[in-house]
């Protein structure tokens, strides 16, 4: 549960965010000031206690497909948190999740049950 991943998203500015303590970056269309602050927050993060710690519903949404995040990111979270929780696969191509009795994606409904999409190593 490394939050690091969200650097890759701005790897080409942040050289200069170090550098410099903060930096433009264009993205989705905006020009928002990227600062040091949150590059220190990100590296900092302590997510594994934080989850643990949550005394709230949690909902957790990943798409299989999503190259920021990795599923198995995605399910440390959910196998971390307390319950009440419940995972979502948001956009799963027809037979992405090869599981025996898998059924084509649809258990991304509210009363489906995340084992089809999060790897075994995460249950």
């Known amino acids: 549960m490394d939050p690091r991943h969200v650097e890759r998203q701005h790897d080409a500015v942040l050289d200069r965010v170090l550098g410099q303590g903060a930096h433009e970056w264009f ?18 993060a302590r997510l594994d206690d934080r989850t643990r710690e949550l005394h709230l519903p949690l909902l957790v949404l990943h798409s299989p497909v999503d190259a920021t995040v990795d599923i198995v990111n995605a399910g440390e979270i959910f196998r971390r948190a307390r319950h009440p929780k419940s995972f979502v696969a948001l956009d799963v ?3 992405a999740a090869a599981a025996p009795g898998d059924r084509g994606g649809s258990d ?8 089809p999409v999060v790897p075994s190593a995460c249950r």
Request: glycine fraction near 18%; proline fraction near 7%.
């Open 27 to 44: 993205v989705g269309g905006r020009t928002p000031v990227l600062k040091r602050a949150f590059v220190d927050n990100v590296r900092h």
């Open 93 to 95: 191509p027809q037979g």
């Open 108 to 115: 991304a409904d509210a009363g489906g049950t995340a084992d």
